[in-house]
């Protein structure tokens, strides 16, 4: 069964810093890229952040130079570290697998979404 599923979120001061966790099973994660999304009361689902199985990384403007994602494939995890965050960064914060070879953050293109973990940076 494929899993994927998300650690790491928690209640950071604005300017902190948390590491967010996306473990996977159920498949080989090294051939698959994966994504992480946001999402807040009332909005859309936002792609902010995704890694090719080459290792290539891509941003959302709203995290470029903030954010880095990165994996490890021998413990078939994927990570985001998340610096300087802001009160805007609140969001439950989502993995997903995307069916794409290249790197892409649009939601249509992913599947097998995690539950999700709560990032919440009081203002």
């Known amino acids: 069964q494929v899993q994927l599923v998300e650690s790491g979120g928690g209640l950071v001061q604005a300017g902190g810093s948390l590491r967010l966790s996306c473990t996977a099973s159920?498949?080989?994660?090294?051939?698959?890229?994966i994504g992480w999304f946001r999402r807040t009361p009332g909005n859309e689902r936002e792609g902010i952040s995704c890694?090719?199985?080459?290792?290539?990384?891509y941003y959302a403007d709203s995290v470029k130079g903030r954010f880095t994602i990165s994996r490890d494939n021998a413990k078939s995890t994927v990570y985001l570290e998340m610096k300087s965050l802001k009160p805007e960064d609140t969001a439950v914060y989502y993995c997903?697998?995307?069916?794409?070879?290249?790197?892409?953050?649009?939601?249509?293109?992913?599947?097998?979404w995690g539950p999700g973990t709560q990032v919440t940076v009081p203002s």
């Open positions: 890694i090719t199985s080459g290792g290539s990384a």
């Open positions: 997903a697998r995307s069916w794409r070879v290249g790197a892409t953050i649009a939601p249509a293109d992913f599947g097998s």
């Open positions: 159920g498949f080989d994660l090294s051939l698959w890229a």
